[in-house]
């Protein structure tokens, strides 16, 4: 072994790589100026980003589709403090990330060096875990402690903030030192199973259920659980209802599937209303989720299965609890339940659940199919159901995006093939997360579903898109408005009391072609397939614009909203 005098931005470019680092994100400072260099002669893929809050969402959908750890960097100060709303998604949503954030001079700190705020302070709230680098032969060993943090466990974005003086100093490192345990490359890095006798319980309760349903979050695709999940109800005759997170942990079309349930549903809120057994697994039941927790009625009995024990009892108090990981505890359930499943004599069951989608599908088949000019979300939905090919990943941003997605878009396999940032739902995510899905997914078919609100806080990432060389479609959903909030505002105060929730009318296929990609424009039905098959035949970034209704009270999906009454201090959408 040979000793290497080197600098601490060059041990953490080391480290990254012993951990075969995937695509990492930044805008760089002085202060990482070392690790810019060592990511330039070590070959890093490090991507230049126009903003630090696109850069983390792109590692975070980066790390949704592929479990892998998602990667970013920012200088300290206002680069730090942009990475805030992205860490908080990421907390939210279980998603494993190591964060490398520069910070000032040691010897000048608190003597108001440029850009200098107390960025550990602000940002320690909004990770899993904030690790400061306070002397530049541990930054090893402080590495592999924030890749094993982000991946064990809830996953989670770990933040390493690196002085200026660290990462600019140099330290006789050894090759032995710079070492990585590959188990700690993606999420799940280490299961744990639920104890024995609670699972004997839980399979005894489902074993004597007559009406059971599965409430599946998207802990499911956490622990890479979708297939176990499919088989187990398959096998055990158990419909599956889903969160939007949750979307595809069992195929939309299986027979299995009773579709999102919540704020918005097909048909699942109801099965789970007259349900005899409800099974909660990698599921928090928050407020979207529960519809405002009113969704499952109290007194239910409940079985839930979650790698966070703090879940348990938050919401709703469960009979049985299965601490451990989403894929274990269903392997286990799995198990144990065998052949005396019950199935036989719930076959009649899903057979009826079954028919209460295809009732769904025919009511919702005018919506899929709608002539209306300008277009209509639902036919926005039919056409993507149409021509998304099985393995496709659809992205939808917050707001109303996700929900349309949530409600009326179809998976075809099991796995994680509709990807929204639930974690905090913010505006913003549709174009960074297009970026980090198809570099996770590359051959995949990526779509992503945004606003033209949120598409407009995120216009400069097209370049980084094409830059980089990047295929994949994202819709822009043109409506001249922050659609949800005048949504609500038609809702709440009616007709024509709306309030800065109007955006200007703007052409967005030629803005896109303005930045070098290619634009679509699309103002009638007929209009939308084609413009799908076009972005589906062309490289680069493909932005489609579709004109869409401009009446608030068609923006959510309800099927008429105004034909929603509001009571007094409930959030109808």
């Known amino acids: 072994m040979s000793s290497n005098e ?18 990492m994100f930044g805008m760089g400072g002085f202060q990482l100026l070392p690790f810019y260099d060592a990511a330039r002669r070590l070959g890093l893929d490090h991507h230049l980003i126009n903003d630090e809050r696109a850069g983390i969402f792109a590692a975070d959908a980066y790390a949704k589709v592929s479990g892998r750890v998602g990667l970013a960097d920012a200088t300290l100060g206002p680069g730090a403090t942009n990475l805030v ?18 910070d000032s001079h040691r010897l000048h700190s608190w003597k108001n060096m440029t ?38 466990g809830r996953p989670g974005p770990v933040v390493i903030d690196v ?30 199973r639920p104890e024995r006798a609670a699972l004997a319980e839980a399979a005894a309760r489902l074993r004597a259920a007559k009406r059971p349903i599965i409430m599946a979050g998207g802990g499911v695709h956490l622990s890479g659980a979708a297939e176990a999940l499919t088989g187990f109800a398959r096998d055990a005759q158990i419909p599956v209802a889903h969160t939007m997170t949750g979307k595809g942990a069992v195929p939309c079309t299986d027979p299995v599937s009773a579709g999102l349930f919540g704020r918005y549903d097909r048909i699942a809120n109801g099965l789970i209303e007259e349900s005899d057994c409800l099974l909660v697994i990698g599921c928090k039941l928050g407020e979207i989720a529960t519809k ?89 939905m039919g056409e993507l159901n149409r021509l998304m090919p099985a393995d496709g990943i ?35 995510y549709g174009l960074p997360g297009a970026m980090g899905a198809a570099l996770a997914a590359e ?4 779509v992503s579903l945004t606003g033209d609100g949120g598409f407009n806080m995120m216009l400069g990432e097209l370049e980084t898109a094409r830059r980089m060389n990047l295929s994949f479609a994202i819709v822009v959903v043109n409506n001249a408005a922050s659609g949800y909030v005048k949504a ?86």
């Open 6 to 23: 080197m600098t601490g931005g060059e041990a953490l470019a080391r480290m990254f790589q012993a951990y075969r680092g995937g695509p």
């Open 85 to 102: 709303t992205g860490l908080v998604e990421a907390l939210n949503a279980g998603t494993p990330m190591v964060v490398l954030v520069g």
């Open 115 to 152: 850009q200098e705020s107390r960025q550990t302070e602000i940002l320690r709230p909004a990770c899993k875990e904030l690790i400061r680098v306070e002397m530049i032969e541990r930054i090893p060993e402080l590495m592999r402690r924030a890749f094993l943090v982000a991946t064990s």
């Open 163 to 192: 002085p200026e003086d660290i990462c600019h100093a140099t330290f006789p490192f050894e090759d032995r030192d710079l070492t990585a345990d590959p188990a700690y490359e993606a999420a799940p890095a280490i299961r744990c």
């Open 292 to 380: 405002r927790y009113t969704v499952p009625p109290r007194g239910k009995a409940l079985i839930h299965l979650d790698i966070v024990a703090e879940e348990f009892g938050r919401t709703l108090r469960p009979g049985v609890t299965l601490w451990g990981d989403a894929r274990a505890g269903i392997e286990d359930l799995h198990e144990a339940l065998g052949t005396a499943s019950g199935a036989d004599e719930r076959r009649h069951y899903i057979a009826e659940v079954g028919r209460r989608m295809a009732a769904w599908q025919e009511s919702a088949k005018e919506r899929y199919t709608s002539e209306e000019v300008p277009v209509a979300m639902g036919r926005l």
């Open 394 to 428: 659809l992205i939808a941003d917050g707001g109303f995006a996700a929900h349309w997605g949530g409600l009326m878009y179809d998976t075809k396999q099991a796995g994680r093939g509709f990807v929204p940032d639930r974690g905090f739902a913010s505006i913003g």
């Open 443 to 446: 051959g995949r078919q990526v």
């Open 488 to 573: 609500l505002q038609h809702l709440m105060y009616g007709p024509g009391a709306y309030h800065a929730s109007d955006l200007a009318e703007t052409n967005y296929a030629t803005v896109a072609e303005a930045l070098g990609c290619t634009g679509i424009r699309v103002e009638r039905p007929e209009e939308v397939g084609p413009a799908f098959q076009k972005a589906f035949a062309t490289k680069g970034p493909v932005v489609i614009d579709v004109v869409v209704t401009r009446d608030p009270a068609k923006m959510l999906p309800a099927a008429d909203n105004r034909a929603v009454q509001v009571r007094k201090g409930d959030r109808v959408a």
